[in-house]
């Protein structure tokens, strides 16, 4: 089976994922689970390569041979874009190609929080989406930079490994920057970047010290800048951006922090409970006045308290918008449990969840 061919089911059976791994046949990841498909029959190493290779243009297969692994994205016409990960594995090549969606869906469609078009739409300051692998991060910040491209007249800059989604100009202009093609790397595309007169910067990660330092820089500077880190929950995010810098400049990093931060997006995904979907469990953080004095202060395990208390001006915590969708009905109880902080907390929650719409009927 020709590699088009798989693309094409990937795409028609709405898989996430497909994963070319010799000895096995392909895999496509649907609603987060792994499904083998075993009629196509197993991967050989000259068909992964054959599949690798017919991808890649000559500069792309120079960086592999050097490398053993290269990020990039592939279009085909009629069937959709993919993020491509080459790499080797036990002496032959693997794939791993992530869909991506054709259209951009704003918040409301991904079923997002409306602080994260809030967020979207600050003048200035940090805004970070983060969550593992998979959790959707790109596809939120899409919403995002499609939003502010809608609502603002402004020059957005977007440095991404690979480009994922392709953004036209609508009342913004847009420019989008690849890493290895256009930029070296992160760091180096931010190092200039405030020559380039930016509204808003779009970071694709921010990966390592220089990259977050220039992060910050530019968000202290008046521009709005938007980025992804792979930290599972609000108060782990900000304790990552304070900790890769050494003990000896921390406490101004933490100033530095408390100022610049405007808010954190956490996701991850859940089985719905039919099975069918996956439905995004969001915590948000909107950094207040009393949160800036926690970051300050080397306090953050009490911004956990804050998430709680915060629902009003648009925060909640992992375990609140866990207990939303089971009240809702939308996932299963044990599914949730899993994924919990605080699973004695959620099952409070839920029982007062419980009594109080019994109280209501």
């Given at each position: 089976?020709?590699?088009?061919?798989?693309?094409?089911?990937?795409?028609?059976?709405?898989?996430?994922?497909?994963?070319?791994?010799?000895?096995?046949?392909?895999?496509?990841?649907?609603?987060?689970?792994?499904?083998?498909?075993?009629?196509?029959?197993?991967?050989?190493?000259?068909?992964a390569k054959d599949y690798a290779y017919q991808m890649l243009n000559q500069d792309q297969i120079k960086e592999f041979e050097k490398e053993n692994d290269l990020d990039f994205s592939y279009g085909i016409a009629g069937i959709g874009r993919f993020r491509v990960n080459l790499h080797m594995q036990r002496g032959s090549i693997g794939i791993a190609f992530r869909r991506l969606a054709s259209e951009i869906k704003n918040a409301e469609e991904l079923g997002l929080p409306n602080i994260v078009n809030e967020l979207a739409l600050l003048e200035k300051g940090l805004?970070?989406?983060?969550g593992a692998a998979g959790s959707g991060k790109s596809t939120t910040i899409a919403a995002m930079i499609d939003l502010i491209n809608t609502k603002r007249k402004?020059?957005?800059?977007?440095?991404?490994?690979?480009?994922?989604?392709?953004?036209?100009?609508?009342?913004?202009?847009?420019?989008?920057?690849?890493?290895?093609?256009?930029?070296?790397?992160?760091?180096?595309a931010l190092k200039y970047v405030l020559r380039q007169d930016p509204n808003v910067i779009l970071v694709g990660e921010l990966r390592d010290l220089e990259t977050?330092?220039?992060?910050?820089?530019?968000?202290?500077?008046?521009?709005?800048?938007?980025?992804?880190?792979h930290t599972t929950d609000a108060v782990q995010t900000v304790d990552r951006l304070i900790d890769v810098f050494p003990p000896f400049q921390q406490q101004q990093v933490r100033i530095q922090v408390s100022l610049a931060l405007q808010g954190v997006i956490c996701q991850q995904l859940i089985i719905s409970k039919d099975k069918q979907s996956r439905i995004p469990i969001i915590e948000t953080m909107v950094v207040t006045p009393a949160i800036r004095n926690l970051i300050r202060d080397a306090k953050t395990f009490q911004i956990y308290s804050s998430l709680e208390t915060g629902l009003k001006i648009g925060m909640q915590?992992?375990?609140?918008?866990?207990?939303?969708?089971?009240?809702k009905g939308l996932v299963n109880e044990e599914d949730a449990f899993i994924?919990?902080?605080?699973?004695?907390?959620?099952?409070?929650?839920l029982i007062k969840l419980k009594e109080n719409s019994g109280h209501g009927s």
């Open positions: 089976m020709g590699l088009k061919e798989l693309l094409q089911l990937t795409t028609e059976r709405n898989a996430s994922d497909l994963h070319i791994v010799c000895g096995v046949a392909p895999v496509f990841r649907i609603n987060g689970e792994l499904n083998i498909f075993e009629q196509a029959g197993k991967i050989m190493p000259q068909t805004v970070l989406v983060t402004a020059h957005i800059i977007t440095i991404e490994d690979p480009i994922e989604y392709l953004y036209s100009h609508k009342t913004s202009i847009i420019e989008q920057r690849e890493v290895s093609s256009d930029t070296k790397s992160f760091s180096s977050i330092s220039h992060a910050i820089t530019a968000a202290e500077t008046g521009h709005l800048v938007l980025a992804t880190l915590s992992v375990d609140m918008a866990l207990a939303e969708v089971v009240h994924k919990a902080r605080d699973p004695e907390g959620l099952k409070r929650r």
